[in-house]
């Protein structure tokens, strides 16, 4: 009976530990070159937030403002996973408020994931609508370009892949030439894109495996990076980089283990 009772407070310790462990923000910094760059853009540093799951986050938009207002910030990138319940909709708008308290140079910039397509119809709608009114440009399989110095940043905004809601050719249609940052959810649309040129994309989805011991297994139905050991973090194919964020909530349960939250600042030259 003892080793039952000694059983259930290990088990009730490392629930605790890994609820706490939603509350330790990482602020990642990534410094990226592209040296074969002729008009390469001087210094460009985007602020990365993903898969925010306001149903599980236990980083208010206060704190997320004390961890990020110290820095200039000239882009703002979001991509995906807001939310999947409408009553979760207000939620949003105190750290979009925050978002907009920055004051980022060029914009902020946000793309869906497959959580926010939960949401149907109106509801759907009602999500746009709120990123859009609080100064989020959304992005859905299609790009925007900024002049920045004379030289040209497209950025390219992805639907979410997992769902099947890529379209790569209508994503990249009438881009010019330039910077390419591509925004988008799930990953895996990267080992689709050997026809597409991009400079740097920025993602999220496996939130690190959220629970990461001894390894994510149930990752393995996310998809062909996850059995390629490609879940965060800086990556390459072929030669290109792309970045996987942690996020900044999680999904089902509300806890972390080895993995934290993220906050990620890209600095690209």
């Known amino acids: 009976m003892i080793w039952y009772v000694l059983l259930f407070f290990v088990l009730l310790m490392i629930l605790y530990k890994a609820n706490k462990n939603t509350k330790k923000v990482e602020v990642n910094t990534i410094s990226l070159e592209t040296p074969d760059k002729k008009d390469s853009i001087s210094k460009l540093t985007v602020l990365h937030l993903s898969d925010i799951h306001l149903e599980n986050i236990s980083v208010s938009p206060a704190e997320l403002y004390e961890q990020i207002r110290h820095d200039t910030i000239d882009i703002i990138a979001l991509t995906g ?11 949003l708008v105190p750290y979009l408020q925050v978002l907009q308290k920055i004051n980022p140079t060029y914009g902020t910039f946000a793309v869906f994931g497959n959580h926010d397509y939960v949401l149907k119809g109106e509801h759907f709608d009602r999500l746009k609508e709120t990123l859009e009114s609080n100064g989020c440009r959304t992005l859905q399989n299609e790009n925007i370009t900024i002049e920045i110095e004379g030289n040209l940043l497209n ?5 979410d892949y997992s769902t099947n809601r890529s379209n790569l050719a ?5 881009v010019k030439e330039g910077y390419n940052l ?3 959810h799930d990953p895996n649309v990267v080992l689709e894109m050997d026809n597409f040129h991009f400079d740097y994309l920025l993602s999220g989805h496996f939130h690190g495996g959220q629970i990461h011991w001894p390894k994510p297994y149930h990752l393995k139905k996310m998809g062909k990076l996850v059995g390629m050991n490609m879940i965060k973090g800086l990556h390459y194919h072929k030669g290109k ?16 283990i080895g993995s934290r939250p993220e906050i990620t600042l890209h600095q690209l030259s």
Do not use: A, H
């Open 81 to 91: 996973d807001f939310l999947d319940r409408k009553r979760s909709i207000p939620k």
């Open 182 to 184: 591509v925004l988008t």
């Open 241 to 256: 980089p792309f970045y996987i964020s942690e996020g900044l909530g999680q999904t089902g349960v509300n806890i972390r």
């Open 155 to 159: 950025i390219i905004g992805i639907d």
């Open 170 to 174: 209508q994503s990249f249609e009438g």
